[in-house]
């Protein structure tokens, strides 16, 4: 008999069996020497909160699973269950061909660490990643091999849609333009250029799944269905909600996500968009606000890679060619490139550009100045801690609760916070106002914002959103900068012009006629706030911006009216660089992760310390990190 030879593949945003890589590689080199294969997904400490995965009164060895800015929870409940959906969708394809998936929870490093002095593995294979915290992952991965004698591999991420090997994304990452546009036209013509997809594995055609594996280390137990999982996760977050006062759903207003997480399903829901014609109207629809099919909402399965950018690609190609007979009718089938599938390659350029931006920045992706560090832009933003000149850090503080569970009062604004809150999701054109309104209307910390787009968006993505708020911040990749400010009024009426989204998730707007009123609940009178029901709501008395605005001379000149404009929010006239934005890789727990930015306790943590479950002592290992460095001190 001969000795086994077992590879690890370590899955992390690689959740699906077809257009994979390392799986089809398995399959088409039969010179590969592996008797076993080991799929394993850890479910990482550091970005989702494990200690539901404890049974009994054993303490958790991880600190929390918290932002490090505002102290949000990193993964909320939206993404937990899409995650866990995902996972389980992937566990059953690999069982289908033979195989199976290992899940394992715990710091990703660590866990390898101890599979491989565990003994009788030969090589760990997984795919690169731009993020800080998974370099860290492949370093000490790589380490662990060296230190065990196991072979080593770092597989291209495909999961894109210009391929990093084809000669067209820079292979110096500095020499990636700043402007968008302008790396879009170094690789268009964009139907011509993704590679080709890779067939999925057929039954048995894998190493078998070995017969034993070391078992998960302590205090941790691994569910054995997904109810049981999904239960672990959300244990922690059921003990609190996520911000004080939390929204409720409205009477009749649904999901504009409702979907399940898993390859499965991203396949299903993109065959959904061809064969319904969504995918040829996309570039009519994509600005839509309410509903399942105004965009793709492949975002989330792209997001945890249960589906590929080209594999999106290649069956809109299968449409515009006229290849596939099942779509027979459908509008634009067999008529080449439409502006809808044009459109849709053009977004999904965007979110490889996003992902090039990480690499050619790192660190800076956090940081308050964004990838414009040095330029001085740093004093424009408060935080709790941090107020700007003439306001009380109590004041900032409710000011970002009041965003947090949206009740602003600008109904745009908090139609889509609540929304999210309540789902998961919102469309890109009310993300892109409610980031405006944090960072250039109420000018907090726009990074609050990214870790609570952090802990909420089920589609969160680490190079799409930091990149796209740093973008809306005017630290990013905005050629226009700091000047670009949304006007959240002059938006609704451009995209919610009978009020339909914000009644929706503004319910107690729903008896209002104007739409302006809806928009800004302020404007309308005191009897009629009476009459239907708006007196006395903190937001409507006391919204935290009133926008004058006129429908006939405000829309269209992207301005707004009278106070409209950037003028009203202050941001000129209250400057003076403060110097506390955290300077990159200081004040880390570098064994527990951190992205390099800000601190470690967060501001908006109610009631997490000193609550005697045993994590105090490591909050206090995290604050000596703090207080070794001042700077870092002033930073919250
Ligand atoms: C402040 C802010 C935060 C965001 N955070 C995220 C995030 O965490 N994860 C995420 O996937 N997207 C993020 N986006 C981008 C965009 O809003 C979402 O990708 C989109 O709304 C998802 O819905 P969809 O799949 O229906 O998009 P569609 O309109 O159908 O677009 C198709 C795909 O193109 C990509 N895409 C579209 N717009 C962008 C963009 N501006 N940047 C990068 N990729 C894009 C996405 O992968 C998307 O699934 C953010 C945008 C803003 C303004």
Redesign the pocket.
């Known amino acids: 008999m001969t000795d086994p030879k077992v590879l690890i593949y370590l899955m992390r945003r690689d959740l699906r069996v077809s257009d994979n890589p390392v799986l089809h590689s398995l399959t088409t080199n039969k010179d590969h020497g592996f008797t076993h294969l080991l799929p394993i997904y850890v479910l990482a400490a550091q970005q989702l909160e494990v200690s539901g995965f404890i049974e009994g009164d054993a303490k958790c060895p991880y600190p929390e699973a918290r932002t490090q800015v505002g102290g949000f929870w990193r993964c909320g409940p939206h993404r937990l269950k899409f995650t866990s959906e995902s996972l389980w969708d992937l566990k059953e394809s690999l069982e289908k061909l033979g195989s199976g998936l290992c899940i394992r929870v715990g710091m990703v490093g660590e866990v390898i660490s101890q599979i491989l002095e565990a003994g009788n593995i030969n090589a760990v294979w997984l795919t690169g990643e731009e993020g800080v915290e998974e370099a860290r992952e492949e370093r000490e991965i790589r380490r662990a091999c060296k230190n065990n004698g196991v072979d080593f591999k770092l597989w291209v991420d495909e999961k894109y849609l210009i391929d990093d090997r084809d000669g067209l994304v820079p292979t110096d990452p500095q020499e990636l333009p700043d402007i968008y546009t302008t790396y879009r036209k170094s690789v268009e013509p964009l139907r011509e250029q993704p590679r080709a997809v890779l067939a999925t594995p057929e039954p048995n055609s894998l190493p078998p799944f070995p017969s034993s594996i070391p078992p998960q280390p302590g205090p941790f137990t691994i569910p054995q269905s997904l109810p049981e999982l999904q239960a672990a996760l959300m244990k922690p977050l059921n003990n609190e909600p996520l911000c004080r006062a939390p929204p409720v759903m409205p009477p009749n207003a649904k999901s504009a996500h409702p979907f399940l997480g898993g390859e499965t399903y991203a396949q299903k829901r993109l065959g959904h968009l061809l064969s319904s014609g969504s995918m040829t109207n996309?570039l009519n629809t994509?600005n839509g606000l309410l509903g399942p099919d105004?965009?793709?909402?492949?975002?989330?399965y792209?997001?945890l890679g249960c589906i590929t950018?080209r594999q999106i690609h290649a069956q809109m190609s299968a449409f515009e060619d006229g290849t596939n007979d099942s779509w027979t009718g459908v509008s634009g089938y067999g008529k080449g490139e439409n502006p809808g599938t044009s459109h849709?390659r053009f977004?999904?350029l965007?979110?490889d550009?996003?992902r090039l931006c990480t690499r050619k920045f790192g660190p800076k992706l956090f940081s308050l100045e964004g990838f414009k560090a040095g330029e001085q832009v740093g004093g424009r933003w408060a935080h709790p801690s941090r107020p700007r000149p003439g306001q009380s850090g109590a004041e900032v503080k409710e000011m970002l609760e009041r965003f947090m569970n949206g009740t602003t009062g600008m109904g745009l604004i908090d139609a889509s916070l609540r929304e999210t809150y309540l789902t998961g999701?919102?469309?890109?054109r009310a993300?892109?106002n409610?980031?405006s309104f944090l960072a250039k209307h109420l000018s907090i910390d726009w990074r609050l914002?990214?870790e609570w787009?952090?802990c909420l968006?089920v589609?969160?993505?680490?190079?799409?959103?930091w990149?796209?708020?740093q973008?809306?911040a005017g630290v990013g990749n905005d050629p226009r900068g700091q000047a670009r400010i949304f006007n959240p009024v002059k938006q609704a009426f451009d995209y919610d012009p009978n009020a339909e989204y914000v009644k929706t998730w503004v319910p107690e707007t729903r008896e209002l006629t104007d739409p302006g009123e809806c928009f800004q609940a302020w404007t309308v009178g005191e009897e009629k706030r009476r009459q239907v029901g708006l007196n006395g709501l903190e937001w409507v008395e006391r919204p935290l911006k009133r926008i004058e605005f006129t429908v006939g001379r405000g829309k269209g000149n992207g301005r707004g009216r009278g106070s409209g404009g950037r003028g009203e929010s202050g941001d000129k006239s209250r400057d003076g660089r403060r110097g506390y934005q955290a300077q990159p890789g200081t004040g880390q727990n570098p064994r527990y992760g951190g992205r390099g930015y800000g601190s470690s306790r967060g501001y908006f943590r109610g009631g997490q310390r000193g609550r005697g479950d045993g994590r105090d002592a490591r909050m206090g290992m995290m604050d000596r990190d703090r207080a070794s460095n001042p700077e870092q001190q002033q930073e919250v």
Do not use: H, I, P
């Open positions: 996309y994509r105004f965009s793709s909402k492949l975002s989330a792209l997001a950018a849709m977004e999904l965007w979110r550009y996003m999701y919102t469309s890109n993300r892109q409610v980031a914002g990214a787009y952090e968006l589609d969160y993505d680490l190079s799409s959103n990149g796209n708020w973008y809306v």
